[in-house]
């Protein structure tokens, strides 16, 4: 079988060589002659595994001191009521940002959660209409008198391929849905109160969110909600208030320690930003293909375009599926094509990429509509 690089937005590819060592320890992991999905958690090889991702998450990030991390239930969307639920108690209100899809989500949960009432939404997104190019534009936040217990954003739109990559100031604690992004290059973790994570783009299996908290946000009057979403309970437990994914929280710990051994996030930001400047150079240069972005907030993860041509894009998808190019196919509310190419995929990937999709551009130059 020929090489699969698959571009799927999420459960997303994970590194080769994480997966190899797996599969060789499935069966007997850490000379306990069991899977590490059969140990107890609180057993003390479980606690060690545990105590090393933290560790290791830590150095990876530089994540200071005065802050917490937890590994919890429900992937990202859990983390939307979590926020609510822990931040917004005694009619406290939060302002969210929407930029795209999942800020959309997110700030959608909390109506839901704590009505119109306690959210307000500031659309940053900018359309110019013609050509249409889509851009953020974040405003000035310091003339503004409101009282909100947290400005909650997402600097990476997974489904539509826009990144924040600018800090945001705020008068306000900054939550962050870091899910498709986090790890991808270097940030200031000490510019947010909360930074959180599904699990499935760029650090392990579905299922799991990793969310990293400073200290004092813990102080701020809660919603009742189940306890397993509590982020003081959770701290206090180390994570295992119940039984936590610990298969996901195994590979999460390799991927921590593959970043490790490969140069830490410095060197996952400079092949992020090649893999991202080759296939935006490689549509940017063609007259059929199209990705609508501004330059300064194209994703680095998730590479949105669509075919001037568009009766090609099944033909596009099935040929480039043929070469082993998987899950080109653009997220069903937006249409086109989507090349999500998170931390796990390598140079080569994006390289047989942009091959493929020249060759197929020649092979069409003829075409009309
Ligand atoms: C994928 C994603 C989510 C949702 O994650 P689930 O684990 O499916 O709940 C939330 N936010 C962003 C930015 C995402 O990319």
Known sequence: ??????????????????MKKAQKELLNWDG???????????????????????????ELMSIPDNYHVLFMHGGGRAQFAAVVNNFLGSNGKALYLTSGQWSQAAAEEAIRLVGPKGVDTIDVTKNEVEPVVKSISIPDFNNMNDEYRYLHFCPNE?????????????????????????????IDVSRYAVIYAGAQKNIG??????????????????????????????VESGSMYNTPPTFAWYLAAEVFKWLKQNGGVAQIEENNYKKAELLYDCID?????????????????????????????????????????????????????????????????????????????????????
């Open 32 to 58: 306990l002659g069991t899977s590490v999905m059969e140990v107890s958690h609180r057993s003390s090889e479980f606690k060690k595994l545990a105590k090393q991702a933290d560790q290791d998450l830590r």
């Open 205 to 234: 299996p579905s299922g799991l969110s990793i969310v990293i908290i400073r200290n004092d946000m813990l102080k701020l009057p809660k919603l009742p909600q189940a306890s397993i979403f509590n982020y003081q309970m959770q």
């Open 158 to 186: 997974t489904v539509d391929g826009i990144e924040i990559f600018d800090d945001i100031s705020s008068p306000w604690p900054i939550v962050a849905d870091m899910s498709s992004n986090i790890l991808s290059r270097q």
């Open 285 to 369: 240069n063609s007259n059929l293909y199209v990705n609508d972005v501004a330059i300064e907030n194209r994703s680095w993860m998730n590479v949105t375009f669509k075919l001037t041509k568009g009766t090609l894009e099944t033909e596009f998808i099935e040929q480039a599926k043929n070469k082993g190019l998987v899950a080109l196919k653009g997220h069903r509310l937006v249409g086109g094509m989507r090349a999500s190419i998170y931390n796990a995929m390598p140079v080569k990937g994006v390289q047989a990429l942009t091959k493929f999709m020249v060759e197929f551009e020649e092979s069409n130059t003829n075409y009309s509509n």
């Open 1 to 18: 079988m020929t090489d699969v690089y698959n571009f799927c937005a999420g459960p997303a590819m994970l590194p080769a060589q994480v």
